[in-house]
């Protein structure tokens, strides 16, 4: 019987460090959140049962109903533009003989350099007046100075813009990886038969990348659904809550307003969308498939 369960024991003492960090930074804050979303609280010291009195006031208070919307439009601009350049540079890199160990690094190195750092340079960049850079640029093309993060209808997604700038380099290393696994003689044959360059894009880069996009699309969705520090850094949530996330609104709550319950049940709040959003696709996706 011990020789029958020799192998699984082992397999659990391998894994058993990587389950007890697992257990110990993300279940339980995140069981402990849970419980604080139906307590009032002084600090993080529970006082008294409130049921869901918490999430009743967050959802009836109208910084949440700009926020919820706010983080639908950073998940649509994302994918807009966000979701389609890492592709792009993928398959340009992909295709270009010379020089493709200097690109990987080019595009990768804005991942190397510290989120804050990143944030605080774009700031310079979109800032108003003369001396914002992307002023400046646009002053030799005759384009008066604009305050750009001061207009609501943009500054979502000139916050994407940076966010794509800022993490679009992994991305595009793990979309080169897959590129790299086609096999050759898939294109070779195209190249036979007479297929350009669009028609072996279509029939044959894209098919063999679907499986790794639509996983990645997922992870991009849960990732732009906690977007924080940058409308944090860029526009502290303006103008006018018109940047302010569901992660924003989760830091004004504990960190600047000190109610951690209902911090809590923004975040519990979050992961429920998530969890749905994320059941939808997957069952999406499987009727597709059928």
């Known amino acids: 019987?011990?020789?029958?369960?020799?192998?699984?024991?082992?397999?659990?003492?391998?894994?058993?460090?990587?389950?007890?960090?697992?257990?110990?930074?993300?279940?339980?804050?995140?069981?402990?959140?849970?419980?604080?979303?139906?307590?009032?609280?002084k600090g993080i010291r529970l006082e008294k049962f409130v049921g869901f009195?918490?999430?009743?006031?967050?959802?009836?208070?109208?910084?949440?109903?700009a926020a919820f919307s706010n983080t639908f439009v950073y998940t649509f601009w994302s994918l807009?533009?966000?979701?389609?350049?890492?592709?792009?540079?993928a398959i340009i890199i992909n295709e270009i003989i010379h020089l493709k160990g200097f690109f990987r690094i080019s595009v990768y190195l804005p991942n190397v350099i510290p989120g804050l750092a990143v944030a605080i340079m774009w700031t310079f960049i979109y800032r108003a007046g003369k001396t914002g850079l992307l002023n400046i640029i646009l002053g030799n093309l005759g384009v008066p100075p604009q305050?750009?993060?001061?207009?609501?209808?943009?500054?979502?997604?000139?916050?994407?813009i940076f966010m794509t700038w800022r993490s679009a380099g992994a991305t595009t290393l793990i979309y080169l990886a897959g590129l790299q696994g086609i096999?050759?003689?898939?294109?070779?044959?195209?190249?036979?038969?007479?297929?350009?360059?669009w028609a072996r894009l279509r029939y044959i880069t894209v098919p063999q990348i679907y499986n790794l996009a639509r996983t990645l699309l997922i992870l991009q969705i849960i990732s732009v659904f906690q977007v924080l520090y940058e409308p944090l850094i860029l526009t502290n949530g303006g103008p006018n809550?018109?940047?302010?996330?569901l992660m924003l609104l989760v830091y004004k709550y504990a960190f600047e307003k000190f109610d951690y319950s209902k911090a809590a049940a923004v975040s519990v709040i979050?992961?429920?969308i998530l969890i749905l959003l994320t059941a939808l696709y997957n069952k999406l996706v499987k009727e597709n498939e059928m």
Not at 18 to 36: H, K, N, Y
Not at 183 to 197: F, H, K, N, Q
Not at 241 to 245: E, K, Q, V
């Open 147 to 160: 305050a750009w993060l001061t207009k609501a209808h943009l500054v979502i997604p000139l916050i994407v």
């Open 80 to 89: 807009v533009i966000g979701f389609l350049v890492p592709i792009f540079l």
């Open 183 to 197: 096999d050759p003689e898939l294109y070779e044959a195209a190249a036979i038969d007479g297929a350009g360059l």
């Open 1 to 41: 019987m011990l020789k029958k369960y020799k192998k699984d024991i082992a397999g659990w003492m391998i894994m058993l460090p990587a389950l007890l960090l697992f257990t110990f930074f993300i279940w339980e804050p995140l069981l402990a959140s849970v419980v604080m979303s139906f307590f009032s609280a």
């Open 270 to 272: 979050i992961a429920i």
């Open 53 to 65: 009195q918490n999430y009743i006031e967050v959802l009836q208070h109208p910084d949440f109903k």
């Open 241 to 245: 809550n018109a940047s302010t996330s």
